[in-house]
């Protein structure tokens, strides 16, 4: 008995389809069909050669032949409705490869690609909870689907799991161990995780974190660099989670990786925005990275235009989804009640949806006008904007969270401002020009900006003279040893840097009577300093952790340190005006960038000049010579607290009318 000639033609087409000769292919399942019309096998084989060839009707005609064939004859369909699925997702139709995949998991409810194509339909529409019951049916038969894994994590972070995301992502990198996305993605899910236990409690949540989120973040970017090893921005994102970690060996390695990738190719390097101020010193590096990462991640911006002053008064909007009980309102509520209403109208544009904060409220309070544009697409918010015909926009974000610029990217107004919110350049096209200060930017350092830089007479940050004078807490309540000397540095963790903390313990070595008082709420962070502490042979008891609380214990607590200490190359900013406006003097380091120059500036606008150090050298003999001389100190004290209604960093009344002074040289074209 011959074989079976339909079955040679079949064997043979398949041989010259992977030998990679679709024309040959096609012949012999034509002639198969030739012999015989109802062969579902070579029905399917020719639709996936027609989808090859992007001629999708003919592909779909031919599954959805097959299908009929299937069934009619009683036979599984959910192979050729899969592939039916993907024809439909090719060309674009959700709904009818939705309904392919539902008929599937009708037919076999635990299939994996049918049940991940609909718990992707369904995290697209917004159905989170949808997602994860597809997710979950799809794993009980293939526990490590990658894409499944995935899917289930993109889904449980938009139902605000973040440590049950993380833990999704990090099975889909274990499945897929050659991915680097995949490590990417799981890295990144970690880190989320870490820092929305932290904000849970600071809003008053129960203390305590994921288990070992941050190592286990750690261990994903390294993998991701170990397979992609002249990739940037996977430097960038080991060097960013070690920094929080206070894993400084770790950070040092990936930073070295991250400063050959600039030197090797200056013109296609790219770090994402908060990383390149946070970790990078070298200026050009840092604006470099800044571009990079715009010309990929962000549309292109309109040109300006122009438009003629509209009237008597210049008119103002401030874009910004920090309208709040947020640190940028914390600092510029005054800065919108000041405004002179004879000769500026003010106009809100708030991202953010209301608080129910009392600072909420007093902000509505100072606008002449409030817009809330956080529910209106990108277009639609502008053309609010522009509605409103103003002469300038100042943005207050920058590249930070909740930032809009597709906003600003649509050109709203005739000039856009950035002020505030992000510490260094945007090299963004809808941005004209950055707010500054001589100190902040001197004139030599104006290359480190793609915008035009505006600089104020004084420090660019504004401070609210309206806020309390703190009451100090007792130090026994906050956990600090009664006549001790108090040395404090409430910057976030990752700005803290292996030579300032060397230079603290070299304090502490030196004066038994002092202690470091940090807001470090990163137990694996905790853990590092204090062995670091001890290896250098500091007891680990005089490091201080202080807990997260709300602002105003905050700035009463504060009053309790002897002296705040600054850092490089992100030092602090809100964190040393609070600081300030507490009593308590500033030791800071002059950096070479803009994230790094903020402390000199602060200290400018308070008469305190000689707390500037120039190089880390100098700030660890300045260190040593403040820790011993507790007179100097109580002489600073009492400047800071004498000084609040008269010191210029307090002074937000001079501030504002300087600003406004800014902004009119802006509308009418003097940048």
């Not at 911006?301 to 309208?323: E, H, M, Q, T």
């Not at 509520?333 to 809100?348: K, M, N, S, T, Y």
Request: glycine content about 8%.
């Amino acid at each position: 008995m011959g074989a079976d000639p339909v079955r040679v033609m079949l064997e043979r087409a398949l041989a010259a389809e992977q030998a990679g000769d679709a024309g040959a292919a096609r012949t012999l399942y034509e002639q198969a069909l030739d012999r015989a019309p109802d062969h579902p096998g070579a029905l399917m084989r020719l639709a996936l050669l027609d989808q090859d060839a992007g001629d999708l009707a003919s592909a779909r005609v031919r599954f959805e032949r097959a299908l009929a064939i299937v069934q009619a004859a009683r036979r599984p369909a959910a192979p050729v409705l899969l592939a039916l699925a993907g024809v439909h997702v090719a060309a674009g139709d959700a709904a009818a490869a939705g309904a392919a995949w539902e008929r599937v998991v009708a037919e076999a409810p635990g299939e994996p690609t049918a049940r991940h194509g609909l718990a992707v339909l369904a995290l697209t529409a917004g159905d989170a909870a949808r997602a994860i019951e597809h997710c979950r049916a799809g794993l009980a038969g293939e526990p490590a689907h990658a894409g499944l894994l995935t899917t289930l994590g993109h889904a449980l972070r938009a139902t605000g799991a973040p440590a049950a995301a993380a833990d999704a992502f990090g099975a889909a990198a274990r499945a897929a161990p050659d991915s680097v996305a995949a490590w990417m993605a799981a890295g990144n899910a970690c880190m989320e995780a870490e820092l929305a236990q932290v904000q849970a409690v600071r809003a008053g949540g129960t203390d305590g974190e994921p288990a070992d989120a941050l190592a286990r973040a750690l261990t994903a970017f390294a993998r991701a660099a170990a397979l992609e090893p002249a990739a940037a921005a996977i430097h960038a994102h080991r060097a960013m989670a070690a920094r929080y970690a206070c894993d400084w060996p770790h950070a040092d390695s990936a930073l070295a990786a991250l400063a050959r990738g600039y030197a090797d190719d200056p013109a296609r390097f790219a770090c994402s925005p908060l990383m390149a101020v946070a970790l990078l010193a070298d200026p050009a590096a840092q604006r470099a990275g800044i571009a990079g990462w715009v010309r990929s991640a962000l549309p292109p911006a309109a040109a300006p235009g122009i438009v003629a002053r509209r009237g008597d008064r210049l008119r103002v909007g401030y874009l910004s989804s920090d309208f709040h009980d947020h640190a940028t309102a914390h600092l510029a509520a005054g800065l919108f009640e000041h405004h002179d209403r004879a000769r500026v109208e003010c106009f809100a544009y708030a991202q953010d949806a209301d608080d129910g904060s009392a600072m909420r409220r007093r902000l509505a309070r100072a606008f002449d006008h409030w817009r809330d544009v956080g529910a209106l697409a990108d277009d639609a918010a502008a053309r609010t904007i522009a509605g409103d015909a103003l002469d300038v926009l100042v943005d207050l974000k920058g590249h930070t969270h909740g930032a809009r610029p597709g906003i600003l990217a649509r050109r709203p107004a005739p000039v856009q401002l950035h002020y505030l919110g992000f510490p260094g350049t945007l090299a963004y096209g809808g941005i004209d020009a950055f707010v500054a200060d001589a100190i902040t930017v001197p004139a030599d350092c104006a290359a480190e900006f793609a915008e035009a830089v505006l600089r104020l007479p004084a420090c660019y940050q504004v401070n609210d003279s309206r806020r309390p004078a703190p009451a100090p807490a007792a130090r026994a309540a906050v956990g600090l040893p009664e006549r001790a000397l108090v040395l404090a540095s409430f910057n976030q963790t990752y700005k803290l840097t292996a030579p300032f903390f060397a230079a603290w313990l070299d304090a502490l070595r030196a004066h038994a009577d002092a202690v470091l008082w940090l807001n470090v709420p990163h137990e694996l962070a905790r853990a590092n300093l204090r062995a670091e502490a001890a290896r250098t042979g500091v007891a680990p008891e005089r490091i201080v952790f202080a807990p997260t609380v709300p602002q105003a214990a905050h700035m009463a607590r504060l009053a309790c340190a002897d002296l705040a200490l600054d850092v490089l190359p992100y030092g602090s900013h809100t964190t040393g005006s609070d600081a300030l406006w507490a009593g308590v003097p500033l030791l800071t380091c002059r950096g070479t960038t803009f994230a790094g120059r903020v402390g000199a500036s602060l200290l400018q606008a308070v008469e305190l000049p000689e707390l500037v150090a120039e190089t880390p050298a100098a700030y660890a003999r300045m260190l040593r010579d403040l820790c011993a001389d507790r007179t100097r100190l109580a002489h600073y004290r009492r400047h800071l607290e004498a000084g609040r209604a008269t010191l210029p960093l307090f002074d937000t009344a001079a501030f504002t009318l300087a600003f406004e002074r800014l902004l009119a040289d802006a509308a009418n074209g003097r940048t």
